[in-house]
């Protein structure tokens, strides 16, 4: 089985800074793909940003991006210029294929790091 | 855009009661699944379909069941509702996409969850 680590349960940064979000992940999988959620209070959650494991070159989502580090089975989130409405509960997340076929996907979450930007 | 609408944002039930969680999507998304959410626990995943009629159990299926008769529609039945059910319930559904070398992965939207609370 999968698992995903959040070692952050919480972290702060102030408006305009740089910020890194940590996620490890256990797998015996070659072939997968890698999510950052975004969980606003109150709010629905988003897709923030996605990587593909047979991709080399790290994701870029505007002032998102990852730090993929396949062999080290390390995803980090790092968010540029941090903005107030960047305050949210993020989860990142592991997802393989179910069968063969390919028909069906499964995500497995981590705990979540609540991020508050400060003005 | 995608939506996701869940019938109920916040429920009070008593223990022992029948409860039912609706979800609709209007994508024609093949995939619709069910999560709870718990502090510190992150998602967990209850239960998903992949066609109508179609469903697998997640990692905690116990003491919950689902429904899907029509495409869009997922349902989530507590049949005797428990005070250890009390959590945040959140549907989530997936487009089928066709990645590099013919991989497929489904990036999941989010409906904005119900809060349930079994007294």
């Known amino acids: 089985a999968q698992t995903v680590t959040q070692s952050q349960p919480e972290m702060s940064v102030q408006e305009a800074e740089t910020v890194t979000l940590s996620c490890t992940y256990d797998t015996s999988e070659n072939n997968y793909y890698l999510f950052w959620y975004k969980q606003p209070p109150s709010r629905q959650m988003i897709l923030v940003i996605r990587?593909?494991?047979?991709?080399?070159q790290n994701a870029t989502e505007n002032r998102f991006s990852v730090n993929f580090q396949k062999a080290a089975k390390s995803f980090s989130l790092k968010i540029s210029d941090s903005q107030l409405g960047d305050t949210a509960m993020y989860f990142c997340?592991?997802?393989?294929?179910?069968?063969?076929?390919?028909?069906?996907?499964?995500?497995?979450f981590g705990k979540g790091t609540l991020l508050t930007v400060n003005p | 855009d995608v939506k996701v609408t869940q019938s109920s944002r916040y429920l009070v039930k008593r223990t022992g009661e029948k409860v039912f969680l609706e979800c609709v999507q209007d994508m024609d998304h093949e995939n619709m699944f069910w999560y709870r959410q718990d502090p510190g626990l992150g998602l967990r995943l209850i239960y998903f379909s992949y066609d109508v009629k179609m469903k697998e159990k997640g990692d905690i299926p116990e003491g919950y069941s689902v429904s899907r008769e029509k495409k869009e529609r997922f349902s989530l039945i507590l049949e005797s509702a428990s005070t250890n059910q009390t959590s945040m319930y959140l549907c989530?559904?997936?487009?089928?996409?066709?990645?590099?070398?013919?991989?497929?992965?489904?990036?999941?939207?989010f409906g904005p969850g119900t809060r349930l609370t079994v007294t």
């Open positions: 989530a559904s997936s487009l089928k996409y066709v990645g590099q070398g013919g991989k497929l992965f489904y990036e999941q939207y």
């Open positions: 990587q593909e494991a047979y991709k080399q």
């Open positions: 997340a592991f997802m393989k294929a179910l069968n063969s076929g390919g028909s069906n996907y499964k995500l497995t």
